[in-house]
């Protein structure tokens, strides 16, 4: 674990994975004695494995995951996302999800997403991982196409797209370094619809104008005419000889389920747990600013609001959790008339509508008052999104290609 403020990672626990070939059995772990006596630990999964009432692990004392699970949540978030497993199956010239996760734990690099890392040995350095820079994405561009054409890259590029985990999903991105900023610089894929870097990036500047927390976005146009979209890396923090790392969980495993199950979820079911692990005085505030993400993602119709695109960091200063800013927003163009979230959103269930985002305010800490003006707010914002869009340089065709995503209030329900 790296604690705050620290550029040197420190032992946590041992973690033993039991596996048959390709499949996980079962990951057991056990925090060691010194590092429940630091005043500043920070508990590994806050879920399956919290600080409070811990024992040190020993072979006679070794925790497993809650609820059946092989793996333990945050285990599974510091480890490669489905890109990187690409990545590192085209490294080692492996079909695709074939290899034990103990490989894939082990390769990822040590830039990973979150304060986690993992070595062989208390004494084993920490992994390679080499942060790149803006000249050199068209080259890793053209590297990140091979990938997914299944064609062989040299080995030195797939080090760099393999350096750490990421909470996102299949779509090629790197971790550079510009300008003292650690970001996650995302690529356009070989089938995408649309420009969907160029559309993720506004999206995400048309949510803060809506009053939602993001982090500092940009876009970069490379000479082949390909966009390539920035987002800045919340999980770390500039000091003044590096980076130190803050800890991250989904709320996958904050809720301590498996992937599988993350559609039998809802907003409600963050919020409540929020209530119970927030550090102190975010409960409030971030149980709102959850209401409002549900709102925003029902006006563009983002559906891929799944559990491991919402997540936590960890505050050493309240010893609690708080809600990470939001990342992970693409509309998705439908003519539908009656959408539908992947999360639950109220009474109706994952039914896409206002009046079924307000049916269950009390769960999010809110009076109906008090949702009607959020609702309010983010609407009001929301129907700006081609000025906005525009402003920010989004093509006219393209603005085009995704107007059918954005809906007004009147058509879901709401006076």
Known sequence: ??????????????????????????????????????HRAVPVDPTSLPLQGAAPGSEYHRDEPINGLSLFGAIRDAMPDSWGRRVIENQLGAPPNSLPESEYLRLAGSNRVGALDFREERTSPPS??????????????????KIQRSEKVPENLTQ?????????????????ANEGIQYIAKFPTLSDPFNIPLIERASLELARR?????????ILELPDGRSVMLIERFDRKVQPKGWSRVHMVSALTMLGLHESESRNSSYAAISDRI????????????RRELFARMVFNILISNDDDHLRNHAFLWSDKQKGWSLSPLYDVVPKPQIATQRYLHLAVGAQGRLATLDNAASEAIRFGLQDDEAADIIERISMQAREWRSVFEELNVPTAECDKIVTAFRRPRELGWK
């Open 160 to 176: 760099i797209f393999a350096a750490g985990g990421s909470l996102g999903g299949m779509r090629p991105k790197v971790m550079i």
């Open 275 to 286: 209530a119970h692990v927030a550090a102190t005085g975010c409960a409030g505030p971030d």
């Open 1 to 38: 674990m790296y604690l705050p403020d620290a550029l040197e990672a420190v032992p946590a626990g041992r973690l033993t994975l039991r596996e048959e070939g390709a499949e996980l059995l079962i990951s057991l772990f056990g925090y060691g004695k010194n590092y429940l006596e630091r």
């Open 210 to 218: 809506c009053g939602l927390t993001v982090p500092r976005t940009g």
């Open 128 to 145: 390679g991982g080499t942060l790149s820079k803006v000249a050199d994405l068209q080259y890793l561009l053209s590297a990140a196409d």
